[in-house]
């Protein structure tokens, strides 16, 4: 069966699936393959997360009409701004050595001594952890198939919310 034909749900439910299985990766990555998240890293599993969760909350609903189009916007308005924090992570990843910023104290650290504001700008001016690539598959680093992935989901999303029936 042809996952495009796939009822609103199934494709929603999928959606879940998919997001979980990125997740537990990243901590399979994290925990067995020692390779420790940089914040852009953290905070595109934050958007999965949240994109999995909207996912989710669309095909425990199952709405009509309407209500699939409100789901599919939301999920690619989620996935877009992964798109922003991964093009910025593959975008510090592409720098010349000498252009990388220097390394900056960890997430944790940021959010116990300094204001969200000021965190959330310390962590997208980006890091010299940011920058490394200790992954790769295929050429592509980890941040770059995120990127494949946001747009992937987002354009599934809005096919699903959006397809004749």
């Given amino acids: 069966m042809n996952p495009l034909s796939w009822p609103f749900r199934v494709q929603f439910l999928a959606g879940v699936l998919v997001c979980a299985g990125l997740l537990g990766y990243a901590l399979y990555a994290q925990y ?27 095909a425990l609903h199952g709405p009509r009409g309407w209500g699939r189009k409100v789901y599919g916007v939301l999920v690619f308005l989620v996935s877009m701004v992964g798109v922003g924090i991964a093009g910025r992570h593959v975008w510090l990843q592409s720098l010349p050595p000498g252009d990388v910023p220097a390394c ?20 997208f001016t980006g890091s010299g952890e940011c920058a490394n690539v200790d992954w790769s598959f295929v ?5 770059a198939w995120t990127l494949i992935c946001y747009v992937l989901l987002g ?8 397809r004749r029936r």
């Fill in 155 to 162: 354009a599934g999303a809005l096919w699903a919310g959006f």
């Fill in 139 to 143: 050429g592509l680093s980890m941040p």
């Fill in 32 to 58: 067995r393959m020692f390779l420790d998240p940089c914040p852009l890293c953290i905070f595109q599993r934050v958007v999965f997360m949240v994109m999995g969760a909207v996912f989710l909350l669309g």
């Fill in 104 to 123: 900056g104290p960890g997430l944790e650290y940021m959010m116990e001594a300094f204001p969200l504001s000021k965190t959330l700008s310390m962590v």
